[in-house]
């Protein structure tokens, strides 16, 4: 069997990955919070771990492995929200605008994600699905003195575990004097963080023993984890900027509340992103969602393929030169597999995904398999990386256009050289646009003789071509 190596950001060592079962490798990676919709930052995380999810139902079957990634659907951020469209005038209690907004937002979450090829996780659990068993962790921490309750809140005693910060590298009284934390005068320690607090009336809240309220985000994701994977399970992962504080309190609570389990034997965190070299953010005009860069007519395999480029572990540039390299490489791959039935993926794109998803390396492999000419390698190996498949591949290939549409532009092209000749050069322009628009550019040869030639269209669906070969329609019926 394939031996996978991944580096562990507990040991900060790159290991061998050994499963606790091998019949049910175990995984659990957090969620987005469903208020708003993913940017390509938080898109990131969800193609490293779907490629993790490959490679690993690729060595260990497909029915051997567990995938968890969680939906927070209880948060402020959800909450103010709702109240921002109630006070706008939007129809409903906040409690059913809350459960609108969230609904709407996971519909979003999926489509979106489902056109960067992204598989569906095995277990996708919603927060409010799990208070029962975030409340009966709760009371236990309270039971074994790690936590405490006061003023409808209660809140995980840091100091009260020893290992705390092992994860992140800093010790306790370092993270005070570094991070933000939330001052209350209910604290015992400025470090000690909320596990449940107190709902107003319009609020979102569960009965409990300390009162009407709802839980604390860091215990959703223990609750959860445990009851879905186990108090011990294989692998834990999400974005970097979730190592501090999520993940240091997730460990801390999870191995206090249940001391004979081992929670993730390996934590894995992907790097952040940045666009055109800079941190993305909506005052530099550089953010944007991923349904943006869609509805821009960039595909999802291109955005994919983008993503892959850069090792999960290493900063990743956005750019707009990059989409365009992988469009008219994905492009080429596209015709190249047309009509050939894949073989096996290249043993050496699975030994570059065994060595820490090694993506890099992996498509440094599929540039080989293509120019030796290995057609039936290539389309396996891409399909591994979840490239090139018929779920992506609602997006334009060069040269596809059918014979009707040939002949239209063929009329078209002719309509443009007679308007040449006529010095109609605002006719001609129109129409040698709308034909640019289809990535087909007229060019006069000789006063009688002029040539059509077909490259590489830009960045639009099949249903933004079709709109665009409407339009070339509507264009000859005014000439």
Same mark, same amino acid.
């Given at each position: 069997?394939?031996?996978?190596?991944?580096?562990?950001?507990?040991?900060?060592?790159?290991? %061998?990955?050994?499963?606790?079962? &091998?019949?049910?490798?175990?995984?659990?990676?957090?969620?987005?919070?469903?208020?708003?919709?993913?940017?390509?930052?938080?898109?990131? &995380?969800?193609?490293?771990?779907?490629?993790?999810?490959?490679?690993?139902?690729?060595?260990?079957?497909?029915?051997?492995?567990?995938?968890?990634?969680?939906?927070?659907?209880?948060?402020?951020?959800?909450?103010?929200?709702?109240?921002?469209?109630?006070?706008?005038?939007?129809?409903?209690?906040?409690e059913e605008l809350i459960h609108e907004r969230t609904e709407e937002t996971i519909a979003w979450y999926h489509a979106d994600m489902d056109?960067?090829?992204?598989?569906?996780?095995?277990?996708?659990?919603?927060?409010?699905?799990?208070?029962?068993?975030?409340?009966?962790?709760?009371?236990?921490?309270?039971?074994?003195?790690?936590?405490?309750?006061?003023?409808?809140?209660?809140?995980?005693?840091?100091?009260?575990?020893?290992?705390?910060?092992?994860?992140?590298?800093?010790?306790?009284?370092?993270?005070?004097?570094?991070?933000?934390?939330?001052?209350?005068?209910?604290?015992?320690?400025?470090? %000690?963080?909320?596990?449940?607090?107190?709902?107003?009336?319009?609020?979102?809240?569960?009965?409990?023993?300390?009162?009407?309220?709802?839980?604390?985000?860091?215990?959703?994701?223990?609750?959860?984890?445990?009851?879905?994977?186990?108090?011990?399970?294989?692998?834990?992962?999400?974005?970097?900027?979730?190592?501090?504080?999520?993940?240091?309190?997730?460990?801390?609570?999870?191995?206090?509340?249940?001391?004979?389990?081992?929670?993730?034997?390996?934590?894995?965190?992907?790097?952040?992103?940045?666009?055109?070299?800079?941190?993305?953010?909506?005052?530099?005009?550089?953010?944007?969602?991923?349904?943006?860069?869609?509805?821009?007519?960039?595909?999802?395999?291109?955005?994919?393929?983008?993503?892959?480029?850069?090792?999960?572990?290493?900063?990743?540039?956005?750019?707009?030169?990059?989409?365009?390299?992988?469009?008219?490489?994905?492009?080429?791959?596209?015709?190249?597999?047309?009509?050939?039935?894949?073989?096996?993926?290249?043993?050496?794109?699975?030994?570059?995904?065994?060595?820490?998803?090694?993506?890099?390396?992996?498509?440094?492999?599929?540039?080989?398999?293509?120019?030796?000419?290995?057609?039936?390698?290539?389309?396996?190996?891409?399909?591994?990386?979840?490239?090139?498949?018929?779920?992506?591949?609602?997006?334009?290939?060069?040269?596809?256009?059918?014979?009707?549409?040939?002949?239209?532009?063929?009329?078209?092209?002719?309509?443009?050289?007679?308007?040449?000749?006529?010095?109609?050069?605002?006719?001609?322009?129109?129409?040698?646009?709308?034909?640019?628009?289809?990535?087909?550019?007229?060019?006069?040869?000789?006063?009688?003789?002029?040539?059509?030639?077909?490259?590489?269209?830009?960045?639009?669906?099949?249903?933004?071509?079709?709109?665009?070969?409407?339009?070339?329609?509507?264009?000859?019926?005014?000439?």
């Open positions: 069997m394939v031996t996978i190596r991944l580096t562990n950001s507990k040991t900060r060592k790159k290991e %061998d990955f050994v499963p606790i079962d &091998p019949e049910n490798v175990r995984m659990y990676v957090c969620g987005p919070t469903v208020y708003d919709r993913a940017h390509l930052g938080n898109a990131r &995380p969800v193609v490293v771990f779907d490629m993790l999810f490959r490679l690993l139902r690729h060595v260990y079957g497909e029915g051997h492995v567990t995938y968890v990634r969680n939906f927070t659907d209880v948060d402020d951020k959800i909450n103010a929200e709702a109240l921002r469209r109630q006070k706008a005038g939007a129809p409903g209690t906040l056109a960067l090829g992204a598989l569906r996780p095995t277990v996708e659990p919603r927060a409010t699905e799990f208070i029962a068993q975030m409340i009966a962790m709760t009371e236990g921490l309270i039971a074994s003195g790690h936590a405490y309750a006061v003023e409808g809140h209660v809140l995980f005693r840091v100091r009260s575990y020893k290992d705390y910060g092992k994860l992140s590298g800093r010790s306790v009284d370092d993270m005070i004097a570094g991070a933000r934390v939330e001052v209350a005068p209910f604290k015992e320690d400025p470090m %000690d963080f909320v596990l449940w607090k107190p709902s107003s009336g319009e609020e979102p809240g569960w009965d409990s023993p300390w009162g009407r309220g709802r839980p604390g985000w860091h215990i959703e994701c223990s609750a959860m984890a445990q009851e879905l994977l186990g108090e011990s399970f294989d692998i834990h992962g999400g974005g970097l900027d979730l190592q501090f504080p999520h993940h240091e309190n997730e460990i801390a609570q999870s191995a206090c509340a249940h001391p004979h389990g081992d929670f993730a034997h390996y934590w894995l965190h992907n790097e952040m992103l940045q666009v055109e070299g800079k941190k993305m953010s909506k005052s530099l005009g550089n953010f944007f969602t991923v349904r943006d860069l869609l509805d821009q007519g960039i595909p999802g395999e291109v955005i994919r393929f983008v993503l892959l480029m850069t090792h999960y572990r290493s900063p990743m540039d956005w750019t707009a030169e990059k989409a365009a390299e992988a469009q008219k490489t994905l492009m080429k791959w596209r015709k190249f597999v047309t009509g050939v039935k894949p073989s096996e993926a290249d043993h050496r794109v699975i030994a570059a995904l065994s060595d820490d998803l090694n993506t890099a390396g992996a498509i440094a492999v599929l540039h080989e398999l293509a120019k030796s000419g290995d057609a039936p390698s290539l389309a396996a190996s891409a399909h591994l990386l979840g490239l090139l498949t018929n779920k992506l591949g609602d997006w334009p290939t060069q040269d596809d256009f059918s014979e009707e549409v040939r002949a239209l532009i063929k009329r078209l092209a002719q309509a443009w050289a007679n308007y040449r000749d006529q010095k109609d050069w605002q006719r001609a322009d129109q129409i040698r646009d709308a034909l640019l628009g289809l990535g087909v550019r007229v060019t006069q040869k000789t006063a009688q003789h002029w040539e059509v030639r077909y490259e590489n269209p830009d960045m639009i669906s099949l249903a933004e071509r079709e709109e665009r070969v409407a339009a070339l329609a509507r264009l000859e019926a005014l000439q």
